[in-house]
């Protein structure tokens, strides 16, 4: 089954950081552009980060910029994200997913989504 598989999620204090990792299964990532997304409960999943893999530019929502960083592994065909001074608003839990070349696009041109892995920010 071609999709992503998150993890590295938990629990972290407000100001903690932690670093997800997003591993591809059953495919390598060249060519593509992979993003970040976050989703709670009853609202949308919003994109959080994009990075493309060939030249590694980067696309950051206006909510973590500054605070996440996402880069990529090409040998190991994994993408992390970095994420410091997490704060409660970060909670959510996190799905990393793939689209040819280029980060702009809406959330359902994304695909091979995981099953994501859990941040919860709290004291």
Same mark, same amino acid.
């Given at each position: 089954?071609?999709?992503? !598989?998150?993890?590295?999620?938990?629990? !972290?204090?407000?100001?903690?950081?932690?670093?997800?990792?997003?591993? &591809?299964?059953?495919?390598?990532?060249?060519?593509?552009?992979?993003?970040?997304?976050?989703?709670?409960?009853?609202?949308?999943?919003?994109? !959080?980060?994009?990075?493309?893999?060939?030249?590694?530019?980067?696309?950051?929502?206006?909510? !973590?910029?500054?605070?996440?960083?996402?880069?990529?592994?090409?040998? $190991?065909?994994?993408?992390?994200?970095? $994420?410091? &001074?997490?704060?409660?608003?970060?909670?959510?839990?996190?799905?990393?997913?793939?689209?040819?070349?280029?980060?702009?696009?809406?959330?359902?041109?994304?695909?091979?989504?995981?099953?994501?892995?859990?941040?919860?920010?709290?004291?």
């Amino acid at each position: 089954q071609l999709q992503f !598989v998150e993890s590295g999620g938990n629990l !972290v204090q407000p100001g903690g950081s932690l670093t997800l990792s997003c591993a &591809s299964s059953g495919f390598t990532l060249g060519g593509y552009a992979v993003g970040w997304f976050r989703q709670v409960p009853g609202k949308e999943r919003e994109r !959080v980060a994009c990075i493309t893999i060939t030249f590694g530019g980067t696309d950051y929502a206006d909510s !973590v910029k500054g605070r996440f960083t996402i880069s990529r592994n090409n040998a $190991m065909n994994t993408v992390y994200l970095q $994420m410091n &001074s997490l704060k409660p608003g970060d909670t959510a839990r996190y799905f990393c997913a793939r689209r040819r070349s280029i980060c702009s696009g809406s959330t359902t041109a994304f695909q091979s989504w995981g099953q994501g892995t859990q941040v919860t920010v709290s004291s």
